[in-house]
């Protein structure tokens, strides 16, 4: 009976409703992985508005002449905080050939280091309002992200995050392979169904 109880145990976090002809059977949500998702939304969002506050600030320095070299500083920021939202997906493409960008610290030093671009130079040309406090909330949000990012990269939270992930792949794979096995069964039982006299 031991050997039971240990293969049940990688389905305790499912949920099971069932119908007669066809079970379902649905993994709950991890509650780390989905404030995981959830923070990782809020970090592309404030890299976005980081984009879009960078791209403003460039463009005005291009056009008005005033200065080419903050246009120039502008247009890193913006390929930078481009790879903060490439490294939010976690494809294995990026972690591959960018290692750091798997550890949280590195991400978090990546967003810190976007965020001061964008908050460099605030005051310079006497810039609109609008584009200074959309460079504030824009620099200060990724800021807060990279600082968390970074506090828990140190505490190892990734990792955490990580094994979770593997887990819930697994129980992901176990209940399509439940499913699999209800099927087969059903279609079994339908093909005794017709050859019974």
Known sequence: ??????????????????????????????PVLATCRCFSFVTVVASLLCIIANVFSAIRSFRNGLDIFDGIFRC????????????????????????????????????????VMTRAYPDTYSERHEILLLQDIASYTLLACGLIYVVSGVLCLGFLKRARQNKEVSAQQAVKDLQELERRRAELEALLIVDTP
């Not at 002809?21 to 991890?30: E, S």
């Not at 390929?79 to 978090?108: D, H, N, P, Q």
Request: proline share 9%; aromatic share 12%; glycine share 2%.
């Open 1 to 30: 009976m031991a050997p039971d109880i240990e293969e049940a145990e990688p389905l305790a976090n499912t949920a099971t409703t069932s119908s007669p002809n066809n079970p379902i059977v649905k993994p709950k949500p991890d």
């Open 76 to 115: 890193y920021a913006v390929v930078i905080a481009v790879f903060v939202i490439v490294a939010e997906t976690e494809w294995s493409f990026v972690t591959k050939f960018w290692k750091v960008l798997e550890y949280w610290a590195g991400r978090g030093m990546l967003q810190i280091f976007v965020a």
